[in-house]
C-alpha cells in the first residue's frame, strides 16, 4: 500500500480528480493539459519538493549514498554521507570537486576528505539545507554557517546569514562577525560591521574581544608643538604604512610586530616614519630616550625601504605634508590608504583614550589587531629650533578639497573661466551625464546642466568657452555623437555626428578646432583621427597615428598634439607620438618609462604631465613628465590615490587629477599638484577659500560669462570641504 497524499487538485477540464489505482491512493497538486492535437502535458507542481524530502530520507539512513565527506579536524573527523548528484547541482564547489577526480566518478562510493578544519554542525545545517530548502540554525552557529556558505560558495546563504549578523551586533560580537573567514567578500556585510565599529568605537575598544587580539604598541617622538597640532587619526594611518612597508611580505609574522614596543619618528625629508633605530648619533633629534630604545630594542627583522630607486617608479601612493597636520577626517582625505591594498589593510575606528594617546582596532594583513599611539615628547640633546618651527604645519590653515557628488571614472575634465568642470564617466553601475563644476574660491561643487546622453570612457575640450563632449559609451553602445555646452542659454546643443564611432578617444582644440584621437570601435584601437571646425559645422579626416591606440592621454603643447601611451587592441602601450597641423603628419617622440593607458595627460609649466593610468597589472599612482627641448621622460612626485582613467585639468596654478579607478574602488576624491612642495595634496590652503556670507560671495565671486550675468554652476548641490 503507498499513500501520496498533498494539497491541491488535478486539473483536467478545471476539475478536481483524486486517482485510485490498486490500492494506490494518490491526491496531486498539478495540471494536466493539451499543449496541441500532438502532445499531452502533465505539471506536478509538489513533485520536486517530494522527491528533495525522499532523498533526503535516503541520506539520513544511509542509502543508495555514493559520497562520503569527511569533516572536522585531525583528531576528530566526522562522516556525512550524501548523494554526489545533490551537492553538485547545490553548489559549484562540489561540483568542481567530483569532476576534478576522473577515477571516482565511476566508482560507487567515495570518501572525500575535505581539509580546513570546518565545523561538523555548520556543515550538517547546510547539507540539510541542499535537500529541504530550509535552514534552521541556532543562533550561536551563525556566525559558521555565513563563514562555511562563503567556503562553499553558497552565496543565497551566506547572504541571509550576513543579513542576520549585521541586524545583530554588539559592541562585544561584531569583532567576532569582521573576523568571519568571507566576510571581506562581502561588501554588504563589510560596510555594516565597519560603519558600526566606527560608530560605537568607544564601547569596542573597552569590550573583552579587544583584549584579546594582538596589541601593537608604537610610540612617535614629537616636539612640544608639533604634538599639540597632530591629527591623531591621520597618525594612525601613517602607522599602518610604516607596518606595511617595514616587513617582509613573504615572511610576514603578527607576532614579529606585537613583541616589542617600536619607537618612531617623523622624517623632515619624506615625511613619512621611521624607526629612531635609524637616527645616527650626533643628528639634531637625538635624545636620551633614543639613545635607551636604542639599547634596550632589537632591529627590526627587515625593515625595506621603498620609494623610486635608479628611476623607476614606485606603485605606493604619497601622502601630502598636510596629512598629518589637520584636522580633516573627511573620506576624501583618508580613502586612498586601503583603496589598493591586495590584502585588507586599513584602519576601522580610533579612540582617544587620553590627551596624547590613541587607541584603535585595524586590521593587518587580514588580522584583527588593537594599536595603540602615544605620542612621546622629544627634547634633543642639541635643539634647532628654526628647522624644528619650520616643520610643523598648523592644522587651521588648510581645508580638505569635498569629493565629487559621485564616483567617476573615465570622466570629461576641463577648466572653463576659473572652475573645473567634470563632465560624465561612469561608475560601478552606469554611465553618467551629470556635469559639475568645482571652485576652488569657495571649496565646494556644484552642479550644472547635464549633458543630453550618458557618457562614460569620453574626452571633453573648451574652445572659445564652449565645451565640446565627443563620443564614448553610453552603458551599450560606443557613440559617434557630439554636443557642446553653451554659456548663453547654459543648454548642451546637438553637434554633427563624428564620421566614426567611438570610445576612449582622446579629445583636445588646437587652432580654432577640436580634434579627436583614436579610440574604440567595438573591435579595435582605431588609428583613425579627425578634426571638427566649429565655423563649418564639419568634420574631416587628418593624418592616421602610426600605432592605432585607445585610453591614449591626449594633449597640446607648443601648438603640436601629443598621443602618450594607451593600448592597441591587446597591449599596453609606452610609445607617444606627437602630431603637427602644418605638415599633418604624426611621429615618434621618446618613450614613456612605464607603459599605460588611461593616464590623463596635460601641458603645465612648459611640460607634458602623463598622471597615473593602468600598466595592464595594476592602477598606476605614478607621474612622468616629459621635456620636449631634451626630448625624456622623468618620474615626478606620486599621487596619493592610485588612478586609472583618471580625468585631469589645468586651473590657474593647480595640475588637478579627478577621480579614477584604483583597481578596487571608483574615485570621488580630487587631488592637485603642489609645484611649491613639489607634491600632490588633497588639501587647500585655508586662506585661498572664501568664507564670506553667501549673498556676498555669489554677488562678487560667482563666474560669469563675457555677455551675461548668468552662473556657469547653479548651486543645487553643494559640498563643502572640512576646515580646521
Request: aromatic content about 8%; proline content about 3%; glycine content about 6%.
Amino acid at each position: 500500500m503507498e499513500s501520496r497524499v498533498m494539497n491541491g487538485e488535478l486539473e483536467v477540464s478545471g476539475s478536481q480528480k483524486n486517482i485510485a489505482n490498486g490500492g494506490h491512493t494518490i491526491a496531486i497538486n498539478g495540471r494536466m493539459k493539451h499543449e496541441d492535437d500532438n502532445s499531452f502535458v502533465f505539471e506536478d507542481s509538489d513533485h520536486c519538493g517530494f522527491l528533495l524530502d525522499k532523498l533526503n530520507t535516503l541520506r539520513k539512513s544511509k542509502q543508495f549514498c555514493d559520497v562520503v565527506l569527511q569533516v572536522g579536524n585531525q583528531q576528530d573527523i566526522h562522516e556525512i554521507f550524501a548523494h554526489r548528484a545533490v551537492l553538485a547541482s547545490a553548489t559549484s564547489f562540489f561540483l568542481d570537486i567530483f569532476s576534478s577526480d576522473s577515477v571516482s566518478v565511476t566508482q560507487p562510493q567515495v570518501y572525500k576528505l575535505l581539509t580546513g578544519n570546518y565545523d561538523v554542525k555548520a556543515f550538517e545545517c547546510l547539507i540539510e539545507y541542499m535537500y529541504t530548502s530550509r535552514l534552521e540554525i541556532p543562533k550561536e552557529k551563525v556566525k559558521a554557517v555565513y563563514g562555511l556558505a562563503n567556503r562553499l560558495k553558497m552565496s543565497a546563504v551566506a547572504h541571509c546569514c550576513g543579513q542576520f549578523l549585521a541586524s545583530a551586533m554588539t559592541p562585544e560580537s561584531c569583532l567576532a562577525v569582521r573576523s568571519i573567514p568571507g566576510v571581506l567578500s562581502d561588501p554588504i556585510l563589510l560596510n555594516a560591521v565597519d560603519n558600526y565599529i566606527r560608530q560605537n568605537i568607544s564601547d569596542v575598544a573597552t569590550s573583552k574581544y579587544v583584549e584579546k587580539l594582538p596589541k601593537i604598541q608604537i610610540e612617535v617622538l614629537q616636539n612640544e608643538e608639533e604634538r599639540e597640532v597632530t591629527n591623531k587619526k591621520h597618525l594612525f594611518n601613517l602607522v599602518l604604512e610604516w607596518i606595511r612597508k617595514s616587513f617582509s611580505a613573504e615572511n610576514f609574522n603578527i607576532d614579529v610586530i606585537t613583541e616589542k614596543l617600536h619607537m618612531l619618528y617623523i622624517s623632515k625629508i619624506d615625511k613619512i616614519l621611521r624607526d629612531c633605530n635609524d637616527i645616527e648619533k650626533g643628528d639634531t633629534n637625538y635624545s636620551d630616550v633614543i639613545q635607551d630604545y636604542k639599547t634596550l630594542s632589537r632591529r627590526l627583522a627587515a625593515p625595506k625601504k621603498n620609494h623610486t630607486e635608479n628611476g623607476k617608479e614606485e606603485h605606493t601612493p604619497s601622502k601630502p605634508r598636510q596629512f598629518l597636520f589637520t584636522r580633516s577626517d573627511s573620506d576624501s582625505s583618508l580613502s586612498s590608504l586601503a583603496d589598493d591594498d591586495e590584502n585588507d589593510w586599513r584602519v576601522l575606528a580610533t579612540h582617544s583614550s587620553s590627551k596624547h594617546s590613541i587607541i584603535g582596532v585595524v586590521t593587518i594583513a587580514g588580522k584583527l589587531c588593537h594599536l595603540s599611539v602615544k605620542l612621546r615628547l622629544n627634547t634633543p640633546n642639541k635643539i634647532r629650533f628654526e628647522s624644528q618651527i619650520e616643520s610643523v604645519e598648523k592644522c587651521d590653515l588648510y581645508s580638505s578639497i569635498p569629493p565629487m557628488s559621485c564616483a567617476r571614472c573615465a570622466v570629461g575634465t576641463v577648466q572653463l573661466q576659473g572652475q573645473l568642470l567634470v563632465c560624465g564617466g561612469y561608475d560601478r553601475g552606469e554611465c553618467l551625464k551629470s556635469v559639475e563644476a568645482y571652485d576652488s574660491k569657495t571649496n565646494k561643487w556644484s552642479m550644472m546642466q547635464s549633458m543630453t546622453t550618458p557618457r562614460g570612457r569620453f574626452d571633453v575640450a573648451v574652445l572659445n568657452d564652449r565645451i565640446y563632449a565627443v563620443g564614448g559609451c553610453d552603458g551599450q553602445k560606443e557613440l559617434n555623437s557630439a554636443e557642446y555646452f553653451d554659456l548663453q542659454t547654459m543648454n548642451w546643443k546637438q553637434l554633427p555626428s563624428c564620421p566614426v564611432v567611438r570610445s576612449n578617444a582622446g579629445v583636445c582644440a588646437l587652432n580654432e578646432k577640436i580634434y579627436v584621437i583614436g579610440g574604440w570601435n567595438g573591435q579595435r584601437g582605431l588609428m583613425r583621427c579627425d578634426v571638427f571646425n566649429p565655423k563649418t559645422n564639419e568634420w574631416s579626416e587628418i593624418d592616421h597615428l602610426q600605432t592605432g591606440r585607445y585610453q591614449t592621454g591626449v594633449a597640446v603643447m607648443n601648438d603640436e598634439i601629443y598621443a602618450v601611451g594607451g593600448c592597441d587592441s591587446w597591449t599596453c602601450l609606452n610609445t607617444v607620438e606627437k602630431y603637427c597641423p602644418q605638415s599633418d603628419t604624426w611621429k615618434s617622440v621618446a618613450i614613456l618609462g612605464t607603459s599605460r593607458r588611461g593616464c590623463g595627460v596635460a601641458c603645465f609649466n612648459g611640460k607634458l604631465y602623463a598622471i597615473g593610468g593602468h600598466d595592464g597589472m595594476y592602477s598606476l599612482c605614478s607621474v612622468e613628465i616629459y621635456d620636449p627641448e631634451s626630448n625624456t621622460w622623468t618620474y615626478g612626485p606620486s599621487l596619493t590615490s592610485c588612478r586609472a582613467n583618471v580625468g585631469v585639468a589645468v586651473v590657474g596654478d593647480r595640475l588637478y587629477a579627478v577621480g579614477g579607478f584604483t583597481g578596487k574602488t571608483f574615485l570621488q576624491t580630487v587631488e592637485y599638484l603642489d609645484t611649491k612642495n613639489n607634491e600632490w595634496t588633497t588639501f587647500i590652503p585655508k586662506e585661498q577659500t572664501d568664507d564670506r556670507p553667501n549673498n556676498i560671495r555669489n554677488l562678487e565671486n560667482c563666474l560669469t560669462d563675457r555677455h551675461s550675468t548668468k552662473r556657469i554652476a547653479e548651486p543645487l548641490v553643494e559640498v563643502e570641504g572640512e576646515t580646521g
